[in-house]
């Protein structure tokens, strides 16, 4: 898939200060899942998160919901 | 994903409108998740909006089914 | 999205020909909601349809599965 | 969404055929629904049908899972 | 869709060899459905496959979960 | 589809490295599915693994939601 990856866009930025503040996150994905974790990075076709143990997971974009900063 | 944002679309200034005016709306997914809240802001990808704790979610628009004001 | 607008495309066209009759609808989407209304307008992005009490609902055409005439 | 429409590809030359031949169809969406009736017309963004009623429906092709021909 | 078909790519051969083969393949699509049968053709935006009554599907390739040969 | 297939982002790179280093995977699909195994290879529109029995299995890129190393 074509992707836009303008880093100047808000929801890219909002990614990268996720990343850089290493922030606890909820991703709901289009299977239902949610994932939990600390996003570690992004590129236009992905996001990688890893959970409490540092297990890794590669998101493909074409299957997130949407993305939220997790209450605790 | 390559996203078409002309700011003269009727769709692109509805939801523009929706943030200028504060309006409630509900946000509904293809997960089934329907959010609600306040529109905060769009880009080309994304829409965020927040809900009545100011929780923010980061909705990609590959994910919205519809979104209309909240009947109150 | 990138979103082909042509108007003289039959099923741009159809659409428009349901906007100026003001036909009652049922327009499927993708989550298996079914709506039911007039469409009030369309641009490449979404379609707006009203209820019977005038409530909008702006409906992303990537969530769209298909649109019919209402039978009555 | 961009739509390719090269009328000399074949499963567009078979959508062709199944229109002037009215051959009855089977047509299964990804909402799982499954329509029924004769192609009236194509065009890069949907395919209508009729069912035996003349009711006619117009899918969005990103709804279409698959096409066959209806055994009678 | 704006559909990749560069036959130089291996999921591209891959078909084209199932195709030569009369290989009995798996299709399963994102409705959940499973299409068992041997691929007749492929393009840009479909494949078509029969089965054992020579019934044939016409699979629109964005509703293609994956393929495999069918273990017998 | 059009695909990217960019062979410096850290997406393509890091399937690159399951494939090189045979790393047990899951891969998890939009239609719930979980495929095991190890990646042999990826292409634009396709990511080919095979589980332990070495059936292979051509999955296409739209299909994936997440794929993680499988925890032993």
């Known amino acids: 898939m074509l992707t836009e990856f303008d880093t100047t ?3 890219i930025i909002q990614v990268q200060n996720l990343i ?3 922030t606890p996150v909820e991703l709901k ?3 239902g899942d949610v994932l939990t ?3 570690l990075w992004q590129d236009p076709q992905c ?3 890893a959970d409490e143990n540092s297990q890794q997971t ?3 974009k074409q299957a ?3 993305i939220k900063p997790k209450v605790s």
């Open 9 to 11: 866009l808000p929801s």
């Open 20 to 22: 850089k503040q290493t």
């Open 29 to 31: 994905l289009l299977t």
């Open 37 to 39: 974790g600390r996003v």
């Open 47 to 49: 996001i990688c998160i």
């Open 58 to 60: 590669t998101v493909w």
């Open 64 to 66: 997130i919901a949407y």
